[in-house]
């Protein structure tokens, strides 16, 4: 149930930044749900990485990492440490736990949106 909940609140923010992100910028989410050992063994040895954030957008030579969470939803410790391996690359990441969570990380990093979104 959780997980159906988290993709409706991703599907909600990927649509309205749809609208909202300057026509410059390029946004495109990662899927990392588990598929089993498997396909996880695949992923693995094409270099898919885990903990990587859901969604990057980039825009104007630097690159914005967003893991989206429920509001209960909790981050783990491999996701953390992804994050911090970012941060250390010198690259901005957020947790964000609503579509408003998103537009306040991308505005204070200057990313100038098109509109607002109204609830």
């Known amino acids: 149930m959780a997980q159906h909940e988290e993709d409706r609140l991703h599907t909600h923010i990927w649509k309205a ?6 026509d410059d910028a390029v946004a495109w989410s990662t899927e ?4 089993g050992p498997r396909e996880g063994m695949r992923r693995k040895a094409r270099g898919c990485v885990p903990g990587v954030p859901d969604m990057e957008i980039h825009h104007k030579g630097r690159s914005f ?3 989206i969470k ?5 981050v783990s410790k491999i996701q953390k440490d992804m994050h911090q391996r970012l941060k250390r690359a010198g690259h901005a990441v ?7 969570d998103v537009l306040f990380f991308l505005e204070s990093h200057g ?3 098109k509109g607002m979104v109204m609830a």
């Not at 930044?17 to 300057?22: A, E, R, V």
């Not at 990392?32 to 598929?35: C, F, P, S």
């Not at 429920?70 to 909790?74: A, H, N, Q, S, W």
């Open 32 to 35: 990392n749900r588990q598929m």
């Open 70 to 74: 429920t509001p209960k939803g909790t």
């Open 17 to 22: 930044l749809q609208f909202i992100l300057p």
């Open 111 to 113: 990313v100038p949106l």
């Open 65 to 67: 990492f967003i893991e």
């Open 94 to 100: 957020a947790v964000c736990r609503s579509l408003e």
